[in-house]
């Protein structure tokens, strides 16, 4: 089943992106993500890309397991999209670029609801990045309030 317009919507106009990962002896850990695109709805593959700056969070992603949350910063609309990672590569030009334009979009809303200056939330943006591919399996509602942790219609393959 393809993505809503709504994720998709929340995951690619400069929300707040977070990756989750897990050790192989369960231990989680997170980093931020900086930017995410739709690669192929009907087989719900994502691509996004996130800082490579923690060794940790980095080698999970070998577990088989990731988890990647959007939260738009005006409202704090939050969706969470958990499956297997299918390719873990160094970012292309174009994805640096949609990191920096999504980053920047994120900045500036941050900026706009919170009052912080966007000099200082550039100082978040990772030394080093790398692209994901995932393969989405179940989709969440994360927005804050009694229907956080609810399925998505429609959100898990089977």
Do not use: C
Not at 68 to 87: D, F, H, I
Not at 134 to 152: H, K, N, Y
């Amino acid at each position: 089943m393809a993505f809503a317009t709504e994720l998709v919507m929340i995951l690619e106009t400069g929300a707040g992106l977070v990756v989750g990962t897990v050790s192989a002896d369960g231990e989680p850990r997170a980093d931020r993500a900086w930017a995410a695109s739709v690669v192929d709805a009907d087989t719900r593959r994502l691509r996004f890309v996130m800082s490579a700056d923690d060794p940790a969070v980095v080698e999970n992603l070998q577990s088989g397991a990731v988890s990647l949350t959007g939260a738009e910063a005006s409202t704090y609309q939050s969706v969470q999209l958990k499956g297997r990672p299918l390719v873990v590569e160094a970012p292309t030009a174009a994805d640096v670029e949609l990191a920096r334009l999504q980053s920047e979009t994120f900045f500036d809303a941050v900026h706009r609801s919170d009052g912080n200056p966007v000099e200082f939330l550039r100082r978040m943006l990772p030394h080093r990045m790398l692209a994901v591919e995932m393969i989405v399996e179940e989709t969440f509602d994360q927005t804050p309030g009694p229907s956080a942790g609810t399925a998505l219609a429609g959100a898990t393959d089977g």
